[in-house]
């Protein structure tokens, strides 16, 4: 029983909507952040990555800089770039990627939702990447990166999608990427009441992306608890900014490996490795078609692998394909204990494509393997079980834009 609530944000003006909008703060490093703000100097970036604003030898993890995020992004409400909503409302938000589209429900969920398991995790999250983004939310008094969520399709729901859809965008712009980008508010009380009702009524939620985003937000929401003993749980700090997704429009890409060196086996040797534990035939320069299979790039060569009857898992983590290659090929046969820490190995996104696999092979790698993605319901089934996928499991297209939402966690 989710408390998916409708919420005043804090938006763009509209004609402001394009220049302000940007992709999370951790999909830049902190270079290609500063030339993205010098070319757009509305940039939600010069917030979300304020460092940007200083020096390159100023700590980005000093306090002023946060104080400067601050500092911006109240300074922008008070221009006027953004306006508040007076009235608590959903929005939709719909983005359009390759002819494809989904749509989300941008709402406020439950921190208590998220303590309880009523919120689903399928990731760890490490302490030192949290306290960036606890301090950022903090200081700033506001959340203003969604969390990508998920819901299995609810009729109702999709009912009201429909109708709100039906009426004028408050946004429609393209982004530099070719994604379009629509948002719509859902104004009528009937249709707010039914989207909320419909949400206690679904079940389970799951974390998406933005294992580390929620997890932050949540424990900011904790420390204003701590903060005011006598709080009520209807307080805004007590809800985090999200984005709710149905399973039925969500799209996985693949998440690809490439290592570094064979662990001392010639190229030979390694491939007989591989026919241990998989069917290898000579192939071309083509993603997988189906569960259980892989292509792997190898001296300018790219076969079609599929993994044995016979290792294969009924198993909700260990018959993951992710899985599947890392205990029977990256650990046994490279040697590759740990993926998180281990510098053998990289993760290159689906969105990068194929040739992106051949071009590292080229230049800093010997092998690659494309992966056939994870899919929406793996990722329901592992998060059920009450257990973790392997990292880089997932790769969610398109991308959140940050800044089009704020959640101002007190009023």
Same mark, same amino acid.
């Given at each position: 029983?989710?408390? *998916?609530?409708?919420? =005043? #944000?804090?938006?763009?003006?509209?004609?402001?909507? %394009? $220049?302000?909008?940007?992709?999370?703060?951790?999909?830049?490093?902190?270079?290609?952040?500063?030339?993205?703000?010098?070319?757009?100097?509305?940039?939600?970036?010069?917030?979300?990555?304020?460092?940007?604003?200083?020096?390159?030898?100023?700590?980005?993890?000093?306090? *002023?800089?946060?104080? =400067? #995020?601050?500092?911006?992004?109240?300074?922008?409400? %008070? $221009?006027?770039?953004?306006?508040?909503?007076?009235?608590?409302?959903?929005?939709?938000?719909?983005?359009?990627?390759?002819?494809?589209?989904?749509?989300?429900?941008?709402?406020?969920?439950?921190?208590?939702?998220?303590?309880?398991?009523?919120i689903k995790k399928h990731e760890n999250t490490r302490a030192d990447k949290e306290q960036d983004r606890i301090r950022h939310v903090d200081i700033c008094n506001a959340q203003t990166g969604p969390i990508f969520l998920a819901y299995r399709k609810n009729e109702d729901i999709n009912r009201v999608v429909k109708k709100t859809k039906e009426g004028e965008a408050i946004y429609d712009f393209t982004s530099e990427d070719g994604i379009r980008h629509r948002v719509f508010i859902i104004h009528e009380k009937d249709d707010i009441e039914t989207v909320r009702r419909a949400f206690k009524n679904t079940g389970?939620?799951?974390?998406?992306?933005?294992?580390?985003?929620?997890?932050?937000?949540?424990?900011?929401?904790?420390?204003?608890?701590?903060?005011?003993?006598?709080?009520?749980?209807?307080?805004?700090?007590?809800?985090?900014?999200?984005?709710?997704?149905?399973?039925?429009?969500?799209y996985i890409m693949d998440y690809n490996r490439v290592v570094k060196d064979l662990n001392g086996l010639t190229e030979e040797e390694f491939l007989n490795k591989v026919k241990e534990v998989c069917d290898v035939a000579p192939g071309k320069m083509e993603s997988p078609k189906e569960k259980g299979t892989f292509s792997l790039y190898l001296s300018k060569q790219w076969y079609t692998c599929s993994f044995k009857m016979d290792v294969r898992s009924d198993d909700p983590v260990k018959g993951l394909d992710v899985s599947l290659l890392q205990d029977l090929i990256l650990n046994p046969v490279l040697g590759i204990e740990d993926p998180k820490t281990d510098k053998r190995i990289d993760f290159v996104g689906g969105i990068r494509g194929l040739s992106e696999l051949e071009r590292r092979c080229e230049t800093d790698s010997?092998?690659?393997?494309?992966?056939?993605?994870?899919?929406?319901?793996?990722?329901?089934?592992?998060?059920?079980?009450?257990?973790?996928?392997?990292?880089?499991s997932t790769w969610f297209e398109p991308k959140l834009r940050s800044g089009l939402f704020i959640h101002e966690l007190d009023r």
């Amino acid at each position: 029983m989710a408390d *998916i609530r409708p919420f =005043k #944000a804090i938006r763009p003006a509209g004609e402001r909507a %394009d $220049e302000i909008a940007a992709l999370p703060y951790d999909v830049y490093n902190r270079a290609e952040a500063k030339a993205e703000v010098d070319k757009n100097p509305l940039s939600f970036l010069k917030i979300d990555r304020a460092e940007v604003n200083f020096p390159d030898e100023t700590d980005m993890y000093d306090k *002023i800089v946060y104080v =400067k #995020a601050h500092d911006l992004l109240w300074q922008m409400v %008070d $221009e006027g770039y953004f306006v508040r909503d007076t009235e608590d409302y959903y929005y939709l938000y719909e983005l359009t990627m390759n002819g494809r589209t989904q749509t989300g429900i941008v709402a406020c969920a439950s921190i208590d939702d998220y303590e309880n398991n009523v919120i689903k995790k399928h990731e760890n999250t490490r302490a030192d990447k949290e306290q960036d983004r606890i301090r950022h939310v903090d200081i700033c008094n506001a959340q203003t990166g969604p969390i990508f969520l998920a819901y299995r399709k609810n009729e109702d729901i999709n009912r009201v999608v429909k109708k709100t859809k039906e009426g004028e965008a408050i946004y429609d712009f393209t982004s530099e990427d070719g994604i379009r980008h629509r948002v719509f508010i859902i104004h009528e009380k009937d249709d707010i009441e039914t989207v909320r009702r419909a949400f206690k009524n679904t079940g389970s939620i799951y974390i998406a992306d933005g294992h580390h985003r929620c997890a932050s937000a949540v424990k900011v929401g904790k420390m204003r608890r701590e903060a005011h003993p006598g709080y009520t749980g209807e307080e805004e700090f007590n809800f985090f900014l999200s984005v709710l997704f149905p399973d039925e429009e969500l799209y996985i890409m693949d998440y690809n490996r490439v290592v570094k060196d064979l662990n001392g086996l010639t190229e030979e040797e390694f491939l007989n490795k591989v026919k241990e534990v998989c069917d290898v035939a000579p192939g071309k320069m083509e993603s997988p078609k189906e569960k259980g299979t892989f292509s792997l790039y190898l001296s300018k060569q790219w076969y079609t692998c599929s993994f044995k009857m016979d290792v294969r898992s009924d198993d909700p983590v260990k018959g993951l394909d992710v899985s599947l290659l890392q205990d029977l090929i990256l650990n046994p046969v490279l040697g590759i204990e740990d993926p998180k820490t281990d510098k053998r190995i990289d993760f290159v996104g689906g969105i990068r494509g194929l040739s992106e696999l051949e071009r590292r092979c080229e230049t800093d790698s010997v092998a690659a393997f494309a992966m056939y993605p994870t899919s929406i319901q793996e990722l329901f089934n592992v998060a059920d079980s009450g257990l973790l996928m392997p990292p880089k499991s997932t790769w969610f297209e398109p991308k959140l834009r940050s800044g089009l939402f704020i959640h101002e966690l007190d009023r």
